[in-house]
Nanobody, 126 residues
Framework: QVQLVESGGGLVQAGGSLRLSCAAS????????MGWFRQAPGKEREFVAG????????RYADSVKGRFTISRDNAKNTVYLQMNSLKPEDTAVYFC???????????????????WGQGTQVTVSS
């Protein structure tokens, strides 16, 4: 079983950048396809980005394509989400998640991921 801990959230002005990190422990991260999801107040959790276990394949929600980049460093057991050109509508709690089935390409649905972190708050002010 893997444990996931997100960090890097915070308050940023529109147009700014943040980099989220998701550190894994308990098992090596290369055993999992990884994803980032987010949940805004009053809304359902939604897919943001996913990356295959080896890092060769990634996919993004249309709303973040061209602005966010997912990456991973399996040697450091960490997955990242670089967020640029942030908008107020990006405000949400961001979660990382692990898929033990190692789907390729990465899944977009919550049910395709087995393990979840506690989330980190990202707030973008206008």
């Amino acid at each position: 079983q893997v444990q996931l801990v997100e960090s890097g959230g915070g308050l940023v002005q529109a147009g700014g950048s943040l980099r989220l990190s998701c550190a894994a422990s308990g098992r090596t991260l290369s055993s999992y396809t990884m994803g980032w999801f987010r949940q805004a107040p009053g809304k359902e959790r939604e897919f943001v980005a996913g990356i295959s276990w080896g890092g060769s394949s990634s996919r993004y929600a249309d709303s973040v394509k061209g602005r966010f980049t997912i990456s991973r460093d399996n040697a450091k057991n960490t997955v990242y989400l670089q967020m640029n050109s942030l908008k107020p509508e990006d405000t949400a709690v961001y979660f990382c998640a692990a898929d033990s089935a190692r789907r390729w390409p990465p899944g977009r649905g919550e049910r395709e991921y087995d393990y979840w972190g506690q989330g980190t708050q990202v707030t973008v002010s206008s």
